[in-house]
Each structure stands twice: as C-alpha cells, then as structure tokens.
C-alpha cells in the first residue's frame, strides 16, 4: 500500500500532464495518463473489502473445505467486494470526463479527436464576440457528469445501503 | 511529539526521492534523448554543441551516476535551466511560487469556511428547502469544469457587469503602493480563488453535512440533550466538533488536487503563479522546466499534508501520535 499512498500524494492532474505532455497528445496517452492517476482509490477501496470479506464465516468455511486460496479469492471474497466497485467506477467515469476536458482545456488533447474541453478551450478566444461556443460544450460537460455522479449515487442506495452515507 | 514530526518528515523526504527518481525516467522517455532535446530548445543542433552538453551534463555517463547526478541537484535545489526562458528552472519557480501560495491559501479557507457553513446549515435542519437547496447547489458545483466557472465568471463580472479584472494580479502601469496596492491584486484574486474555491467548497459542504448528520445520532448527542443544552450549544460545541475530523483528512488529501485546480484557473486568468509557468512550459514543451514545476508542486502537497497531519491533533486529541 506504501505504492498506492505514493500515487496518493502526487498532484493527480499535474502528473497527468506531464505524462501526457511527455507521450505527446493522442487518445491512447490520454487514456493512459487518466488510468495512471485514476486507480489508487480503487485500490485502496478493494483492500479495505477484501480485509474485511476475509473474515466472514462463509470464507472460513471455504478454507476448511481446503479450498485453495487464489479459489477462495477468486470465487468467494471477489464476487462479494465488486459492487462497492462498480459504484465508484460510475463516479470515476465522471471525474474522467473532468479530467479529459481540463487536459483538452490546456490543449493537451487528441488533435484528430475534437472534445467539450477543446471546444471550450478554442471558444475561450473570441469570448466577447461569441460566448455561446464556450458556453454549452462547458453546459454539456456539467450535465454528464452531474448525470454520471447521481448514477453512483443511485447505485450506492441500491447496491449498499451500508456504505450509503460514504459516498467517496 | 517530536519524534512524530520528525518521522513524518523523514517519511516525506524519502517519497521526495521517490518522485525524483520517477522524474528522472520520465524526462527520459520524451521524445529525443536529453542532449538534443535541450540542443534543440537552446536553438542549436550541431554535433559539437549537443557531445559538448553530454559531457556537462554526464549524459555520457552510465545511468545509475547520471541518476546520483540529478537526484544531488534537485536536492541543491537546481532543477535545471529553461533555455526558451534562458534562465534557471529553480529562479523561475521561486519568482512565481508566492502568487500561487496566495491563490491556493486564500482558495483553500474560502472552500472549507464556506462548505463548513454550508455542510452545517444543511445538517441542522434536514429535510428542509435550505437542505434541499445547499444539496443541490453542492451536487451541481461539484459536477462543473473549473475552467468553465472561471470563463463564466469573466464573461458575467468582468465582460457584462464590468465590477472585476479579468486577468493579472494587479493592475499594469497603476504602481499602487500600500494599501491601494492590496486593494488591487486583492480585486484580481477574488474571481480566481472564488472558482477554486466553490469547487471544493461544494465537497466539504456534502463531507459536512453527511458526517454531521452521522454523529447527530449518536448517543451523547442524546446524553447532551437531556442534560438540558440548548440546540445551539449542542450543534456546535458537541456534533460540529466530531463532524469536523473527516473534513480535515479530506482537505488534507485534496491539497494535490487544489495545485491542479489552480494550473486551470492561473492559465484562464493569467494569474502569474506556478500553475501559469507550467502552461507556458507545456506550450514550449519546455520539458525541464515542466518536470521542475512538477517536483515543486509535489514537494508543496508534502508540507500540506504534513500540516494536515499536525492539525489532526488540535482538531482531535484522542489521536495519537503514531505513523
């Protein structure tokens, strides 16, 4: 975990950029830029289930039947930690999104893949003369991801109640 | 006590060394290998110039001592020289890191005054239209682009109602001194660090409000009432005060967000901090200059967590020093 608390510490989008910057802009650095500064939480979050999946009775069962413990793993603690995962993947596609467009905002993006970022980026130019070109790619990005954020929300409520009040 | 702090700073410096290293093999995997790229932005190409920075530079020894080299020279605090700026890495950042402190401190006790206000208005009458409407509001700023806020905040206060600057941090050509100074950069701070600021404002008003509304169950809350306090009391001095301590761990762990936040906003506003600097190198591709900003904004995310962890204490004191 000392790996994950080192990509925790690091400024996310700051590496993203350099990252990106360094790769040089396409959808593929991007992709992986994003990837690259996206998966400590999820790593920390399925530590945190799978600790305390492995002390249930129905694991405890499982190792006395002499299951193996990459099976026990596989088959009983994965399956069980996945829908805390799922919501949290709901919420990172949003906080993709923002990142995506800020980066395209800073024309980091795919030059051969116009975005909302880059549109709002570009329009920043002729603001005065015409505001519409920033303003509704940027309406765009805030309804996405608002829509992507009460998704998760959703799924928390349904998939867990326990953890509903955690939110992130 | 002491030794708390101190392991905690002898744990910072080895994840310091940790991101040099990863900075070291980053600049490594830019296009060109680093003599000609650095003869290239200092605008000459010849075989002479570029075999000649090999030798500066020790790029003509084997990679373990070239990594000594670096590390020794971040360490000395050398970061490098920006040939598009002709002048070194380090100076330019020292030259730009105060507006960005000011920015980002000013951005960071917006956020939490505010969302600590907000989070608690929310949890004090649940259920109500005020609850509904921080709620709501909290959703919606925490779903927006930064960059747009601050372009929207241009376009209305700037362009439309003419009340603010749109750019800067003090008026060009004005030389205020004193207090007509202040009064200045302070106009151009406020639409940046406010666009910062209600970001993570709407965080820390959801973090609020749901941990509030967690330790207002509890059982001394209960013990509280029957003893007779009065709501007031009960909400700030009892829920208020346990409500606080995952706000500060998420304020802690957001400072490496707040840097991010303020490249957007200082590239928008022309606000000439850090975040700025980084723009202009990524534009240039001034790769040594944007892996400098770069140590530097993680060596500052260091300090603030390192404080963090030391306010932890004041807010909490059942906390024991241990790492």
């Given at each position: 975990m000392r790996f994950t608390e080192f990509f925790?510490?690091?400024?996310?989008?700051?590496?993203?950029?350099?990252?990106?910057?360094?790769?040089?802009?396409?959808?593929?650095?991007?992709?992986?830029?994003?990837?690259?500064?996206?998966?400590?939480?999820?790593?920390?979050?399925?530590?945190?289930e799978v600790l305390s999946l492995r002390t249930r009775e129905y694991v405890q069962a499982a190792v006395v039947t002499g299951q193996t413990t990459s099976w026990i793993i596989w088959r009983e603690i994965l399956p069980n930690a996945l829908s805390p995962v799922i919501v949290l993947a709901s919420l990172m596609v949003a906080t993709a999104i923002l990142l995506e467009s800020s980066l395209s905002f800073l024309g980091l993006g795919d030059p051969n893949l116009?975005?909302?970022g880059y549109m709002v980026g570009a329009g920043r130019t002729v603001i005065r003369q015409a505001w519409w070109i920033t303003v509704f790619p940027g309406i765009a990005i805030l309804v996405s991801v608002l829509?992507?954020?009460?998704?998760?929300?959703?799924?928390?409520?349904?998939?867990?109640p326990r953890l509903a009040k955690e939110g992130r | 006590m002491l030794s708390f702090v101190l392991q905690r700073i002898v744990k910072g410096v080895i994840v310091l060394l940790a991101i040099i290293v990863m900075n070291f093999f980053l600049i490594r995997l830019a296009p060109g290998d680093p003599a000609s790229v650095m003869a290239g932005e200092a605008g000459a190409s010849d075989q002479v110039f570029v075999t000649q920075l090999r030798e500066k530079f020790g790029l003509d020894k084997p990679l373990p001592e070239q990594l000594l080299i670096y590390v020794k020279g971040v360490l000395s605090l050398d970061l490098g020289f920006s040939f598009r700026q002709q002048m070194p890495v380090s100076k330019l950042i020292m030259e730009r890191l105060p507006a960005t402190l000011l920015l980002t401190l000013t951005a960071f006790v917006i956020s939490l005054v505010l969302g600590i206000f907000f989070g608690t208005l929310a949890a004090r009458w649940p259920g109500t239209?005020?609850?509904?409407?921080?709620?709501?509001?909290?959703?919606?700023?925490?779903?927006?682009?930064?960059?747009?806020?601050?372009?929207?905040?241009?376009?209305?206060?700037?362009v439309q109602l003419d009340w603010l600057p749109s750019f800067g941090y003090e008026t060009v050509g004005a030389n205020y001194s004193g207090f007509a100074h202040a009064i200045d950069v302070g106009a151009h701070l406020i639409m940046p660090a406010m666009t910062i600021g209600l970001f993570f404002m709407a965080?820390?008003?959801?973090?609020?409000?749901?941990?509030?509304?967690?330790?207002?169950?509890?059982?001394?809350?209960?013990?509280?009432?029957?003893?007779?306090?009065?709501?007031?009391?009960?909400?700030?001095?009892?829920?208020?005060?346990?409500a606080l301590l995952p706000v500060v761990t998420l304020a802690g762990l957001h400072t490496g967000t707040l840097i991010g936040g303020a490249v957007l906003t200082e590239t928008v506003f022309a606000w000439p901090g850090i975040g700025r600097l980084m723009y202009e190198a990524l534009l240039q591709r001034d790769y040594n200059l944007l892996l400098g900003v770069f140590v530097v904004c993680s060596a500052m995310v260091l300090i603030f967590n390192l404080v963090t962890d030391l306010v932890y204490r004041l807010v909490d004191p059942r906390i024991e020093f241990t790492t």
């Amino acid at each position: 975990m000392r790996f994950t608390e080192f990509f925790q510490t690091i400024p996310s989008f700051a590496l993203a950029i350099v990252l990106v910057a360094i790769l040089q802009p396409s959808i593929y650095s991007i992709t992986a830029s994003i990837a690259i500064v996206s998966w400590p939480p999820v790593a920390r979050l399925v530590r945190g289930e799978v600790l305390s999946l492995r002390t249930r009775e129905y694991v405890q069962a499982a190792v006395v039947t002499g299951q193996t413990t990459s099976w026990i793993i596989w088959r009983e603690i994965l399956p069980n930690a996945l829908s805390p995962v799922i919501v949290l993947a709901s919420l990172m596609v949003a906080t993709a999104i923002l990142l995506e467009s800020s980066l395209s905002f800073l024309g980091l993006g795919d030059p051969n893949l116009i975005s909302w970022g880059y549109m709002v980026g570009a329009g920043r130019t002729v603001i005065r003369q015409a505001w519409w070109i920033t303003v509704f790619p940027g309406i765009a990005i805030l309804v996405s991801v608002l829509g992507l954020n009460l998704i998760g929300e959703g799924l928390n409520d349904a998939l867990n109640p326990r953890l509903a009040k955690e939110g992130r | 006590m002491l030794s708390f702090v101190l392991q905690r700073i002898v744990k910072g410096v080895i994840v310091l060394l940790a991101i040099i290293v990863m900075n070291f093999f980053l600049i490594r995997l830019a296009p060109g290998d680093p003599a000609s790229v650095m003869a290239g932005e200092a605008g000459a190409s010849d075989q002479v110039f570029v075999t000649q920075l090999r030798e500066k530079f020790g790029l003509d020894k084997p990679l373990p001592e070239q990594l000594l080299i670096y590390v020794k020279g971040v360490l000395s605090l050398d970061l490098g020289f920006s040939f598009r700026q002709q002048m070194p890495v380090s100076k330019l950042i020292m030259e730009r890191l105060p507006a960005t402190l000011l920015l980002t401190l000013t951005a960071f006790v917006i956020s939490l005054v505010l969302g600590i206000f907000f989070g608690t208005l929310a949890a004090r009458w649940p259920g109500t239209w005020a609850d509904t409407a921080i709620t709501v509001g909290a959703l919606v700023f925490y779903a927006t682009p930064l960059f747009w806020i601050a372009l929207i905040a241009i376009l209305l206060f700037s362009v439309q109602l003419d009340w603010l600057p749109s750019f800067g941090y003090e008026t060009v050509g004005a030389n205020y001194s004193g207090f007509a100074h202040a009064i200045d950069v302070g106009a151009h701070l406020i639409m940046p660090a406010m666009t910062i600021g209600l970001f993570f404002m709407a965080t820390y008003t959801r973090m609020t409000r749901a941990s509030m509304l967690e330790v207002k169950r509890l059982d001394f809350i209960k013990t509280a009432r029957a003893k007779g306090l009065t709501q007031n009391v009960i909400q700030r001095r009892h829920v208020l005060r346990n409500a606080l301590l995952p706000v500060v761990t998420l304020a802690g762990l957001h400072t490496g967000t707040l840097i991010g936040g303020a490249v957007l906003t200082e590239t928008v506003f022309a606000w000439p901090g850090i975040g700025r600097l980084m723009y202009e190198a990524l534009l240039q591709r001034d790769y040594n200059l944007l892996l400098g900003v770069f140590v530097v904004c993680s060596a500052m995310v260091l300090i603030f967590n390192l404080v963090t962890d030391l306010v932890y204490r004041l807010v909490d004191p059942r906390i024991e020093f241990t790492t």
